[in-house]
DNA sequence: GTCTATACGAAGATAGAC
DNA sequence: GTCTATCTTCGTATAGAC
């Protein structure tokens, strides 16, 4: 019964699952196609170029979903505070509560990060400027807004990291939760 | 000429360079034999289990090196401002003001995080209580200051991965220099 | 303690049948 | 669009000479 078993996009969130798993290097094309359920040349089939492919349609996907879902709230008509908040509400869910690690981390070293760096400092800088936007709409200079934009950035990256090495969500959780007040303290 | 061409320690340093730049799982023999200048059959005389005693081996020499030059800070007979300067300044010495990876972060992915995620949330549970102890001499409860000591190590942590992704250290120096400040503020 | 040689499986990748 | 088969390269590991 030939026919597309499973969809490229179910096909694309189960090789997302692998390399925040494994990382990049760790992602083998066997943990890939059992992971799909798909065979290496059906891998090929839809990612001409292997890996690389697939690393590519991760990021795609990733960026796409947190544009749909997360940055939004950032640009709402609402009070900054209540911006922030829906904002991290979405990222808590987006990591799981801090049970999933963020390609940020896992592309941009090895190999990987030779391919990728340069697409994680866009996406980084843009975050923080998002994040910045709202702060100083609270009130803030724009450079102390940027500072604690980037600030909320490294909490969040950092959390999942002690989160992760600990084995323990409540540091990510305690993080997502303070994120706003810290944003906004006087 | 054979004789050690290099010592042990010298071997160690350089496997520990190739794990900070590739991961575990992107560290292979090939490029671990190229950075010790040893043949593959050499790193085998020296780590009868490959790869895994190599890891082992960094891992032994960094807390070593932590234990010995780093956290004593901590535990000297000065005001908790000053043990917190010279630590943090011992932490970015460490890190080269962020051009180096952290193993806490590489080694708790994919297969490592499986052979050595313990090893790293003891570690990490225990440089959170030596900052916080700190913290608590300067006055603050005993929750707060493990809070506050927290926060200290998932900046470390998320300046490292900020700094790697942007291609810019000052995130990680701006983080470590206002550490201290941070630990203390009322 | 280092080397060359080699074994062996895993990884990435492709060809061609269905 | 998926499969089996195949290919090559790379990675890990060992044997044995020097």
């Known amino acids: 019964m030939p026919a597309p078993v499973i969809s490229r996009d179910e096909a694309v969130d189960r090789i997302i699952a ?11 094309l066997t943990r890939l196609s059992e992971a ?18 697939m690393a590519q349609a991760a990021l795609d ?31 808590a869910h987006f990591y799981r509560n ?9 592309f941009t ?3 990987a990060g030779e391919l990728f760096q340069e697409h994680f400092a866009k996406g980084v800088r843009a975050l923080i400027k998002a994040i910045a ?17 980037e600030d909320a950035v490294i909490a969040i990256q950092g959390a999942l990291i002690v989160s992760r090495a600990l084995g323990d969500q409540r540091p990510f959780q305690r993080v997502m939760r303070d994120m706003t007040a810290k944003l906004l303290a006087r």
């Open 98 to 106: 801090g049970e999933r690690a963020c390609l940020t981390d896992l």
């Open 109 to 111: 070293m090895g190999e």
């Open 133 to 149: 936007r709202v702060v100083q709409e609270a009130g803030f200079t724009p450079d102390d807004a940027s500072t604690r934009a």
């Open 18 to 28: 692998v390399f925040r798993q494994y990382g990049y290097e760790g992602a083998s």
């Open 61 to 91: 996907s990733v960026r796409a979903w947190l544009a749909t879902n997360v940055f939004p709230a950032l640009s709402e008509d609402l009070p900054p505070e209540e911006k922030l908040r829906k904002f991290t509400d979405g990222l």
């Open 36 to 53: 799909t359920g798909l065979g290496r040349s059906s891998l090929y089939h839809h990612f001409p170029n292997g890996k690389v492919d």
